[in-house]
Structures are given as structure tokens and as C-alpha cells.
């Protein structure tokens, strides 16, 4: 069971001293990765309570989740959003917590499309029936769903909401029938907690059209009672399928693709792996995020943000922004999965909800 501990929102930071100004050129952090991929949560609270993510004895009816005057306004994420993209970032996420929870979500979909950047989201799918064709409207170019499992026990344990996979599934399907075609499938494994069902989740999603993923269950946060032990690494997960339904290796689509691709030898489509914890991905990693309050984290596992939202508010104008965000990428030099260890497993971090999955 985990622990009940205090979450942490670290004091946040931005370089003490006023930023060099940002010449325009290609930006690379001291491990000479560029700026590419920005996460946004627009909430962090959620209506599923999942054992690995927001374990309901920490996220409790006495949970201070943050005022709305602490959060981002629309209008500030989508400047700083046209700031980002002009440092050469190419894609953005909306995530959270649950992302459909924020009230006139498509709104904001609606102000982030024109700027030109690769615009995705990542639900767990509970309201998608209500929302999907409002997103696709809006401009919104692709759709992540999380479905830990099709077996109605398992699923309801671990969104321990009691949440039936129907209302998933149709959401899925509403999905589709807006027009997001492939949806992509989010499935974190935990070891005997849902394993048994990686074969049947497969199977199930071959030849649909979609793409399921596997995520090893990781570190993140400091509440979800996480032991290597628990972790099934992506070549187990691989080598099971493929004995039912075989598989071989497919090209990255791009340098950073998180997911390794697998397709299936019959030509049932393709599944992802995302190998977190046993194959990390650090080299290549071009991606930040952007907390709900306005903080700026170079890594999922950073232990302190980057406060813009004093920046917005205080007055600076883009130019200010820009260089400091240019300044903070220039001095990236994390690299936490290549390190973890259990005793860094340990230490605490920012809660996933909080700085957006
Ligand atoms: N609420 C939305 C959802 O569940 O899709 C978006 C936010 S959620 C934090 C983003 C993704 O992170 C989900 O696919 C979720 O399964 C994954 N996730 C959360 N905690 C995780 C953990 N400890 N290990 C691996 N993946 C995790
Ligand atoms: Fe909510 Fe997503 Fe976290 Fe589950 S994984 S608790 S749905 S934010
Ligand atoms: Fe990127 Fe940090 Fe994850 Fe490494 S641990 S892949 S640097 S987010």
C-alpha cells in the first residue's frame, strides 16, 4: 500500500539572471537534444483514481488540488504554446490529470491548431462519446485513449472508480467515427495485476485499425508504491504476444520516437512498446513540460520546475519568455531513467497528474 505522503509542488525557478538574448538558432540542451515535444497539463484533476498514478489514499476527499486562479488561463497556455513552437517545438500534448475535465477544452484545441504544430491529446476516455467530435472540430490531429484492460474486474480495480471498459470502448468508437483514425491504445502494465491480459488486449485490437501500447509501469511520483518487481519489461511483453501472433520490428517513424513499433507478420497492424524503465529513451528525449500552474519541467522525473506563469503574469513581454525558456533547454542535463536505481526510485518527484502524463 503506498505511503501517505504530503504531494510535492517544488518552488519553482527561472534563471536568476536575466537571460542572453535567444539568437534564433537551433536550440540543443548540453546533451545536444533539441527542443521538440511539449506536454500540457490543463488540469490535474481527475475523475478515475489509478492505483499507479493518483492512489486514492493520497488523492483523498481532503486532496488540495489547485485553486482556478493558480492554473494557466487559455489565453496564457496559448502564448506561451506560439512561444514554444517558435523555438522550434514541432508537437504538443494536452494531458493532465484528465484533460476532458477542464470546461471548454475544444476551446482551447481551437486556439492551439492554427499555430501549426502536431496537436494531440491523451484521455482516459470516459467523456469521449460527449467530446470527440467537438475535438475533431476544433482541430485536434490525433487521439491517445488509456485502457489498462478489457476485463471489466481488472479495469474497475485499477481505475478504482469503478469504471466499466463499455463506456472506454465506446468512446473509443466515437472516436473513430470523428474521423481520428489510427487511435492509439495507452495499456500500462503491472505484473500480476493486469499481465495476464496482454495476449487478450492484443488480440482484441489487431486488424481494428488502432495501435495499442504497452507502457512499463514507472517511478513516477512519490505515491504509487512502485517496485522493479512489478515492472514486466517491453521484451517480455513482445516475446508473449509473438508467441500467439508473431511479430517483427518496424522502423521509428523519427529520432525520439518514444514507442518502439512491432507490426504483426500477418499484416494485423502494429503495436507499440514504451520501455521507460528497462530500455530508457534519455538520448534522444526532446520533450518538457508544462505544468498546470505554469511551471516548466525538463524532465518527468524532475524534482523542480521553471515558473513562467510569474513571467506571464509579471508582464515580461515574448521576447523575455523566449529567452528564458531558450536558457533553461541550453542548461538540460537530465537523464533520470538512464541512472535510476531503486534508492532513486525513492526520492521525490512531481506527481505525473500534476506535470501531465
Ligand atoms: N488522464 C489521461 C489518461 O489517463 O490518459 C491523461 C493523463 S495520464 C497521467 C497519461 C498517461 O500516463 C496514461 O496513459 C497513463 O496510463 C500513464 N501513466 C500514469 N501513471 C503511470 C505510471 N506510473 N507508469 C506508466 N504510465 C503511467
Ligand atoms: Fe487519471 Fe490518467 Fe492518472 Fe488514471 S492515469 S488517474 S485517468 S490522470
Ligand atoms: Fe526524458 Fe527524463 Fe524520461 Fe529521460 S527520464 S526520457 S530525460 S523525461
Request: proline share 4%; charged share 25%; glycine share 8%.
Amino acid at each position: 500500500m503506498p505511503q501517505k505522503v504530503i504531494s510535492i509542488r517544488p518552488q519553482s525557478r527561472m534563471p536568476g539572471t536575466k537571460a542572453p538574448r535567444y539568437d534564433g538558432s537551433q536550440l540543443a540542451d548540453t546533451r545536444g537534444r533539441p527542443m521538440r515535444d511539449l506536454r500540457i497539463s490543463v488540469t490535474d484533476r481527475c475523475n478515475f483514481r489509478c492505483t499507479y498514478c493518483m492512489p486514492r489514499e493520497v488523492f483523498d476527499a481532503d486532496y488540495k488540488f489547485l485553486p482556478h486562479e493558480a492554473i494557466l488561463s487559455f489565453e496564457e497556455i496559448a502564448r506561451l504554446a506560439g512561444i514554444f513552437i517558435g523555438l522550434g517545438v514541432k508537437k504538443i500534448r494536452l494531458t493532465g490529470g484528465e484533460p476532458l475535465l477542464r470546461k471548454g477544452l475544444p476551446d482551447l484545441v481551437a486556439m492551439l491548431a492554427p499555430l501549426g504544430a502536431d496537436l494531440t491529446l491523451t484521455t482516459n476516455g470516459s467523456t469521449l462519446v460527449k467530446h470527440a467530435q467537438a475535438l475533431k472540430d476544433a482541430g485536434l490531429d490525433r487521439l491517445t485513449v488509456s485502457l489498462d484492460s478489457l476485463d471489466e474486474a481488472t479495469f474497475r480495480a485499477m481505475n478504482d472508480a469503478d469504471f466499466p471498459v463499455e463506456k472506454v470502448l465506446d468512446g473509443i468508437a466515437a472516436a473513430a467515427d470523428s474521423g481520428f483514425s489510427p487511435v492509439k491504445i495507452n495499456m500500462v502494465v503491472k505484473r500480476g495485476v493486469n499481465d495476464q491480459q496482454i495476449v487478450e488486449a492484443a488480440r482484441h485490437w489487431r486488424d481494428s485499425g488502432h495501435i495499442l501500447r504497452f507502457i512499463e509501469f514507472m517511478d513516477v511520483g512519490s505515491t504509487n508504491g512502485w517496485r522493479m518487481d512489478d515492472v514486466i519489461p517491453s521484451a517480455e511483453v513482445v516475446r508473449r504476444i509473438s508467441e500467439a501472433f508473431p511479430l517483427e520490428p518496424v522502423e521509428a517513424n523519427y529520432a525520439g520516437e518514444v514507442a518502439g513499433r512491432w507490426r504483426y507478420k500477418d499484416g494485423a497492424g502494429e503495436i507499440g512498446v514504451i520501455s521507460s524503465v528497462t530500455q530508457a529513451f534519455c538520448a534522444d528525449c526532446n520533450r518538457m513540460r508544462l505544468s498546470t500552474e505554469g511551471s516548466l519541467y525538463t524532465c518527468l522525473f524532475a524534482q523542480q520546475g521553471h515558473d513562467l506563469k510569474s513571467l506571464l503574469r509579471g508582464g515580461a513581454d515574448d521576447d523575455a519568455i523566449r529567452d528564458s525558456i531558450a536558457a533553461v533547454w541550453r542548461l538540460r542535463d537530465d537523464r533520470y531513467s538512464e541512472l535510476r536505481t531503486a534508492e532513486t526510485a525513492k526520492k521525490p518527484k512531481v506527481e505525473m497528474s500534476y506535470i501531465g502524463g
